[in-house]
């Protein structure tokens, strides 16, 4: 599934907040911070990472299994696609 | 809840290595490489993260649950406990 | 998406096993069971429900949102797929 | 813990509806109904049992668990909270 530039900045500027928000989180155990505030922080992190992922399930579904579907091979890229949604949602 | 020197340092090192996979998530992003593939490798910084999540869920009830318990005002503790739960769990 | 009726058979199959351990909740509660073990049916029921949910994804993935793509009006059972998804992994 | 006939009557009124809901599933699935909807029934009924198994979670923290901490139990009581609370957030 070739991305354009734009929408590859766009995902990795995503991950980038994402990275920061990890060492923000580094910080807060550094600073003995309030536990309840930490675990906030990681449940914001988790809900933005599967953003981006149902973003990228979006492009594959309409990218790749799509052409596999139109090339009457959809069968096995279905497959593939439900083991990374159950991955995905029980990640 | 006050973790000791080395238990901060368990937890930073797990999150450094979390850091680590989102940038590595970047680089697939940067070169195509199959959706899929960062797919699995989102779940897997997910869990990664909850893994860290539950540890801190685990200290805090041991610690800031229990002395509110103990001191009579275990309620209001709990139900704060029980948000993050929720929040937790949906993230 | 038309079903065999021995598909159908079988899901409505799993679907009265979930319809009893709801029933059987009821009564573990009616009896004051220990709290712990009512939660851990609680949690089989709800992953018994979610295996009976991919299995319908998957159908509608094979059978509905194919015909869509191949008909070249892909992209919005695909979106839709992608809502199904969301609320799926959420719940 | 024990839980006042009122408490136990309105848990079950909340299970009653849920099986109502699973039965509601399998006649969807008999008259052949839209996958879309039958998904979003499921995800509502796992969304009902969460909020169930979240009710019972918070009476058992502030029932068996609190006593447990009082009685300077609390660990073995706590490792048992946190067991069930991954079990019930990977449902």
Do not use: P, W
Request: with cysteine; net charge negative; glycine share 8%.
């Amino acid at each position: 599934m070739m991305r354009t530039e734009e929408e590859k900045k766009a995902l990795i500027q995503r991950l980038r907040r994402v990275e920061g928000q990890v060492r923000g989180i580094q910080k807060m155990i550094e600073e003995d911070r309030y536990c309840v505030d930490i675990l906030v922080q990681i449940s914001a992190i988790n809900a933005g990472l599967k953003r981006a992922g149902f973003h990228i399930l979006e492009d594959h579904t309409k990218g790749c299994v799509s052409s596999a579907v139109e090339e009457g091979d959809g069968e096995s890229a279905i497959e593939e696609l439900m083991k990374v949604f159950e991955q995905f949602s029980k990640s």
